[in-house]
């Protein structure tokens, strides 16, 4: 607010006296004799000094010095001396207990101050000694700070309740002057209490007749107008009144329909949201799915610039923004992604581009254009914030603005967003190193945050704890259990030494799992349990609830999909497992039509350097000799490994942040490896693979980026274990203690 300029203090504090301040607090006042250097630091000397003892020296409007000293007074008398360094006048001065003093006279204070003076004054009183003392519920220190806004602002301008955001939780609106600094500190001056109000953010708007909107939003629990508002700045102070207690708005879902220009302060209070207990972030998204921004988009023209933002992800730490851009002219000066405070932060930091093309809705033609995927890093969360905002700046230096249509908020839905941002082809590292990566690890955290059992049904187990659990994860292909169940129920070791866990990962199917199980275990009564997740969380978090629901001290991770031959199987993969031979180990498995689907796995770098899974001799007859061989191998499928329960445990089970179900297999085995264990391949047992039926049902899978950017997750992690273990010769079972690392002559058949 502006000072008028006063003149002619009518007070001389050249003799230092005490005020009354607080209930106990009293300010002591001395003015410093002329002539004395700018600034002076004069020293108060007490017996026994106050804890805390504060000051200030401020500068009066004569141009001379005052010092206040701010104290907790004592019950009796306290004697002090002031003295100023370089002097050797002293003035002796006697401090009454607070209650007997005068109450500090706050206009004829300011009369005497400079203005700046008196804004760092009361920055002191609100801020230093409110703090300091504790007197923020004192009554007495309370009318002390009405008086000082009541001298600085008799008649202050309004500020009104915009609306209700929640129990105790307002948003504000006010006018301030445009030239205050935007660090505005906030205080609240009721009759008998001083409180600082600590908004997530300030949002000035348009100016108007010399004044600027302002909104913020505060958190007062006991509202009770009227009451003043103080905004203090360093270079100014602005003095409201809140005198009404109705909103002008009756619900914040009226005021957000109503305001869908206010694009700055609705991205506040996404902001403000996100940070509420008991359903915050929901009503945020609420809000924004049923009264989004407009989209907006530069349109294609024959020479001018034109461009879109379709991908604009707020993550915890960074923005994901992906699109397309077309420049004939070499017009386009970038791409800025726009901050609540008016901030561009260009997109080229962090950015990969790759070829592609637009198509228009009209006449459906086709474009050349530049895509982008980019990644910002924020320094605070946006919250759930659906529609990010944007810029395209040109060379002109003009500006289009570019809004995305609002994003989605639930972590798969996130995934696949993220997975369609780069067509598969350009699907490389500089893609997912620095960009794609760290935003598909966070959503994958957040997924898994959200996945739990939702309930376990059994079937006929038994008290005592079975020698092997075979865990079944299930997603939404069942057809396969019946003949599954066929071929286990035929045999008798498994009947008797065996349990299985069902992993359901769709749970919209449970009722029809359900009476399946119930049913196929009347029929062959085969111990069984089922355990039903919240919702779909992959294959690696299926497996990894499973085997902590089993109860075997023996695990065979069993796909869906595959069904045994003959019986004996699992007796015959376990063998080796418990001999100790191997860590894990695979059985030979064929397709339906006899031919080899898995005889070991191993690891062959495409022409990009990423290594790719591929099983030996798949394709070829059932019966091809070179499958018959029981030996070490690098790797085997997931479709059906055997390990133990302990050192799956000990190793971490399946990795859980590749996408929905890919390369968790070999990881493990290379987990397993590491800790010491080599992996076996057994050809005597032999299960039918009827392979990725289930997975090719999943609208979540794209294969393309999501097979890519799991190849190259499990590349970046194995890198330098894979290649010093594809150094071996793996085709003979002898090799494993003969080969040596330097021997590459390795012939692989029809992978």
């Known amino acids: 607010m502006p000072f008028s300029d006063i003149k002619q203090p ?24 002329p002539g004395l250097p700018i600034p002076t630091r004069p020293v108060l000397t007490m017996s026994k000094p106050p804890v805390p003892l504060v000051s200030v020296t401020l500068s009066l409007v004569d141009g001379h010095q005052r010092t206040l000293w701010a104290m907790r007074t004592a019950r009796a008398p306290m ?60 009554p007495y220190f309370s009318l ?11 008649t202050p301008r309004p500020a009104r309740i915009t609306c209700e955001l929640g129990r105790g939780r307002f948003l504000i609106e006010t006018t301030i002057n445009p030239e205050f600094d935007d660090k505005l500190g906030i205080y609240v001056v009721g009759a008998a ?111 001018q610039p034109s461009g879109q933002v379709d991908l604009a992800l707020a993550l915890s730490d960074s923005l994901l923004v992906g699109g397309w851009y077309h420049d004939p002219s070499s017009m386009l ?96 590292d500089d893609a997912f190193r620095t960009i794609l990566a760290p935003a598909l690890r966070e959503v994958e955290q957040r997924l898994g945050k959200t996945v739990e059992v939702k309930r376990t049904r059994d079937y006929g187990l038994p008290q005592h704890a079975p020698l092997v659990s075979i865990v079944i994860p299930l997603y939404k292909v069942l057809d396969f259990l019946r003949f599954q169940l066929s071929g286990m129920a035929t045999d008798p070791w498994l009947m008797e030494n065996a349990e299985l866990v069902f992993v359901l990962d769709s749970p919209e199917i449970q009722d029809e799992t359900e009476h399946l199980l119930g049913g196929l275990h009347l029929l062959h009564g085969l111990p069984m349990r089922l355990v039903v997740m919240n919702r779909n969380g992959g294959y690696a978090r299926a497996c990894n609830t499973g085997a902590r629901m089993a109860r075997g001290s023996v695990l065979v ?29 695979g059985p030979r498995l064929i397709f339906e039509d006899k031919s080899l689907q898995h005889a070991g796995l191993y690891f062959g770098r495409d022409q990009r350097g990423i290594w790719l899974n591929h099983h030996f001799y798949k394709g070829m007859p059932s019966d091809y000799m070179p499958a018959q061989q029981a030996r070490t191998v ?33 990881d493990l085995c290379l987990k397993i490896r590491r800790a010491g264990f080599e992996i076996g391949y057994e050809p005597s047992a032999c299960l039918y693979h009827f392979e990725r039926q289930s997975i090719r ?45 330097d021997d590459h002559a390795i012939e692989w058949t029809n992978a």
């Open 557 to 585: 991770m069993l796909n869906s999909d595959v069904v045994p031959c003959e019986p004996g199987w699992v007796q015959t993969l376990i063998d080796p497992i418990m001999s100790g031979a191997y860590g894990a180990v």
């Open 193 to 303: 209490s001083v409180s600082q109000l600590r908004p997530k953010a300030i949002i000035r708007r348009g100016t108007r007749a010399g004044w600027q909107a302002c909104h913020f939003i505060a958190e007062m629990p006991s509202l009770s107008p009227p009451f003043q508002i103080v905004l203090l700045s360093k270079n100014g102070i602005a003095i409201r009144q809140l005198s009404e207690r109705e909103a002008q708005c009756p619900s914040l879902t009226r005021w957000w329909a109503d305001n869908r220009d206010a694009l700055e302060l609705r991205e506040l209070l996404v902001q403000h949201l996100a940070a509420w207990p008991n359903g915050g972030p929901a009503t945020a998204i609420d809000l924004q799915v049923r009264a989004p921004l407009k989209e907006r988009h530069v349109p294609r023209a024959a020479q």
């Open 333 to 428: 000066a970038g791409i800025d992604y726009l901050q609540a405070d008016g901030k561009a932060v260009p997109l080229d930091g962090n950015i990969y581009e790759f070829p592609g093309w637009a198509q228009t809705q009209a006449d459906k033609s086709k474009t050349d254009v530049t895509g982008f995927v980019a990644r910002i890093p924020l320094d605070q969360p946006l919250g759930p914030l659906l529609q990010p905002r944007f810029q395209m700046r040109l060379a002109s230096g003009a500006v289009k603005s570019l809004i995305p249509p609002p994003q989605p908020f639930e972590p798969v839905l996130q995934r696949n967003q993220i997975l369609r941002a780069v067509p598969p082809q350009h699907a490389i």
């Open 10 to 33: 009518n007070t001389d504090h050249r003799d230092a006296k005490a005020f009354r301040l607080g209930s106990d607090l009293a300010v002591l006042i001395w003015d410093l004799p």
């Open 697 to 741: 049902r999943s609208q979540d899978y794209m294969r393309g980026v999501a097979s890519q950017y799991n190849s190259w997750l499990h590349t970046q992690r194995w890198d330098d274990d894979i290649a010093a273990l594809m150094a071996r010769d793996y085709r003979s079972p002898s090799s494993l203690k003969t080969a040596s690392p």
């Open 634 to 666: 690098p790797g085997v499928t997931g479709a059906c490994l055997v390990t133990t329960r302990d050192l799956y445990e000990s190793v971490g089970g399946f990795t859980e942040d590749y996408i929905i179900g890919d390369y968790e297999d070999s």
């Open 144 to 154: 002390i700070v009405e008086d000082a806004l009541n001298a600085l602002a008799p």
């Open 79 to 138: 004697s002090a001396v002031i003295a100023v360094e370089g002097s050797d006048s002293v003035v002796p001065i006697n401090i009454e207990p607070a209650s007997g003093l005068p109450p500090l006279d706050m206009e004829q204070l300011f009369l005497e101050l400079a203005p700046e003076a008196r804004i760092r004054f009361l920055n002191v009183l609100l801020t230093t000694w409110r703090s300091a003392f504790k007197v923020a519920s004192d």
